[in-house]
């Protein structure tokens, strides 16, 4: 089968696509923006430019280019129209009416809640004609995703904003699932350093300070003020040192350097700047612990689940009773909602390096029965049967 691909928040996709090709498909994977987090060579280094002829760089789209018709626009149609179907992800849904292919929609966040909702519109004041294309470009957003055969979403109940975006389109239980995987081909398991201070690293973004501002949405808020009051609640507990590494990223990062510091934590802060997916990867070997999100609104992505894979402990509000949709084992991430289980869960870590041990295999073990991307591509060519 000819598979093509649009969209590629974080790689996403783009793995899924690997894994397609790995089934012995032809993949035609269109790369439609600069930013690193959506490049295939900033996460896989054996792939550099110029591409592979499978991989088709069209960047950098506007969302002038998805609102009104174009030259740019009509290229890219062109080379989806040539596949038997195709995938569609970030404003990828904008383009279905054009290509006319039975299509599965991967929705991962603000594609559906901020570009496939009309309410969102009201934080833009800059013109008419920024309002017009911002207008097109939901407009055409939300009747890609009603012409959907599938669509990707969280698990119902995750975000009840997104689900009644859904309701409203018209993807009902009959058409909705949800992929959640990473990328164990790939990401190989490490063994654990046991540093002599046991090295913490977090891969959520910092972005927790309420209420929700324009633009964010409940899922962007990782409740990183838990991770840190954990951490901080751990160290006068125990009295042990951490080395604990954190990235300069998310809108709320001067809050979260004071909370640093009035945690008496400063001085066992390594900060980082942002990083490619590749560098991520490099700090989960060097890491014995990793962090992910600890909101109550969101939901372990792909970084946590590449922390597992490469047998890494995971610390997370990993939302056990929706994982348990997807698996029929119980989740081995360290489930921590609040300051007191973070620091629960650094004492078990930190006392038993078997426990530590332990916690890595089981993770790794759980990633790779439940959550392959080769199992997400399985399901989505079982999705393809049914429309090709």
Same mark, same amino acid.
């Given at each position: 089968?000819?598979?093509?691909?649009?969209?590629?928040?974080?790689?996403?996709?783009?793995?899924?696509?690997?894994?397609?090709?790995?089934?012995?498909?032809?993949?035609?994977?269109?790369?439609? =923006?600069?930013?690193?987090?959506?490049?295939?060579?900033?996460?896989?280094?054996?792939?550099?430019?110029?591409?592979?002829?499978?991989?088709?760089?069209?960047?950098?789209?506007?969302?002038?280019?998805?609102?009104?018709? !174009?030259?740019?626009?009509?290229?890219?149609?062109?080379?989806?129209?040539?596949?038997?179907?195709?995938?569609?992800?970030?404003?990828?849904?904008?383009?279905?009416?054009?290509?006319?292919?039975?299509?599965?929609?991967?929705?991962?966040?603000?594609?559906?809640?901020?570009?496939?909702?009309?309410?969102? =519109?009201?934080?833009? =004041?800059?013109?008419?004609?920024?309002?017009?294309?911002?207008?097109?470009?939901?407009?055409?957003?939300?009747?890609?995703?009603?012409?959907?055969?599938?669509?990707?979403?969280?698990?119902?109940?995750?975000?009840?904003?997104?689900?009644?975006?859904?309701?409203?389109?018209?993807?009902?239980?009959?058409?909705?699932?949800?992929?959640?995987?990473?990328?164990?081909?790939?990401?190989?398991?490490?063994?654990?350093?046991?540093?002599?201070?046991?090295?913490?690293?977090?891969?959520?973004?910092?972005?927790?300070?309420?209420?929700?501002?324009?633009?964010?949405?409940?899922?962007?808020?990782?409740?990183?003020?838990?991770?840190?009051?954990?951490?901080?609640?751990?160290?006068?507990?125990?009295?042990?040192?951490?080395?604990?590494?954190?990235?300069?990223?998310?809108?709320?990062?001067?809050?979260?350097?004071?909370?640093?510091?009035?945690?008496?934590?400063?001085?066992?802060?390594?900060?980082?700047?942002?990083?490619?997916?590749?560098?991520?990867?490099?700090?989960?070997?060097?890491?014995?612990?990793?962090?992910?999100?600890?909101?109550?609104?969101?939901?372990?992505?792909?970084?946590?689940?590449?922390?597992?894979?490469?047998?890494?402990?995971?610390?997370?509000?990993?939302?056990?009773?929706?994982?348990?949709?997807?698996?029929?084992?119980?989740?081995?991430?360290?489930?921590?909602?609040?300051?007191?289980?973070?620091? !629960? =869960?650094?004492?078990?870590?930190?006392?038993?390096?078997?426990?530590?041990?332990?916690?890595?295999?089981?993770?790794?073990?759980?990633?790779?029965?439940?959550?392959?991307?080769?199992?997400?591509?399985?399901?989505?060519?079982?999705?393809?049967?049914?429309?090709?």
């Amino acid at each position: 089968m000819k598979i093509g691909f649009y969209g590629n928040t974080n790689n996403y996709p783009f793995m899924l696509a690997l894994a397609l090709r790995r089934l012995g498909h032809d993949v035609q994977f269109i790369v439609d =923006q600069s930013d690193k987090l959506d490049r295939p060579e900033y996460r896989y280094p054996e792939i550099s430019l110029p591409y592979p002829d499978w991989i088709h760089d069209v960047s950098r789209v506007r969302f002038r280019h998805y609102a009104w018709p !174009n030259l740019r626009r009509r290229n890219i149609v062109k080379i989806l129209r040539s596949c038997d179907a195709v995938v569609l992800n970030q404003f990828g849904p904008t383009l279905l009416p054009l290509i006319g292919r039975p299509a599965l929609v991967l929705l991962t966040g603000s594609d559906l809640l901020f570009y496939a909702s009309h309410a969102e =519109q009201r934080i833009w =004041q800059e013109g008419l004609l920024h309002k017009l294309t911002l207008h097109a470009l939901v407009a055409r957003q939300r009747r890609g995703i009603r012409m959907s055969n599938a669509t990707s979403y969280f698990w119902k109940g995750i975000n009840p904003e997104g689900d009644a975006l859904l309701d409203d389109l018209g993807i009902g239980d009959d058409r909705r699932f949800f992929l959640l995987m990473t990328d164990v081909d790939r990401i190989q398991p490490t063994p654990l350093p046991f540093n002599s201070l046991p090295r913490i690293f977090c891969v959520a973004r910092f972005v927790w300070k309420k209420p929700i501002r324009p633009g964010f949405t409940r899922q962007d808020y990782k409740g990183s003020d838990v991770m840190i009051l954990g951490l901080g609640l751990f160290h006068r507990k125990t009295l042990m040192p951490l080395d604990i590494h954190l990235v300069r990223k998310g809108v709320d990062l001067d809050d979260i350097v004071k909370l640093v510091e009035s945690e008496g934590l400063t001085r066992m802060v390594t900060w980082h700047d942002e990083m490619s997916q590749y560098e991520v990867l490099n700090q989960y070997r060097l890491a014995d612990i990793v962090f992910d999100q600890m909101g109550e609104d969101s939901f372990v992505g792909m970084g946590g689940l590449d922390a597992m894979a490469m047998a890494r402990p995971l610390i997370a509000n990993g939302r056990p009773e929706y994982m348990s949709l997807s698996s029929d084992e119980p989740s081995p991430i360290c489930q921590a909602a609040t300051p007191e289980e973070v620091c !629960n =869960q650094l004492e078990r870590l930190t006392a038993s390096r078997e426990e530590r041990q332990r916690v890595a295999d089981a993770g790794r073990k759980y990633v790779q029965q439940f959550f392959s991307s080769d199992h997400s591509a399985q399901v989505c060519l079982d999705l393809f049967g049914r429309f090709v």
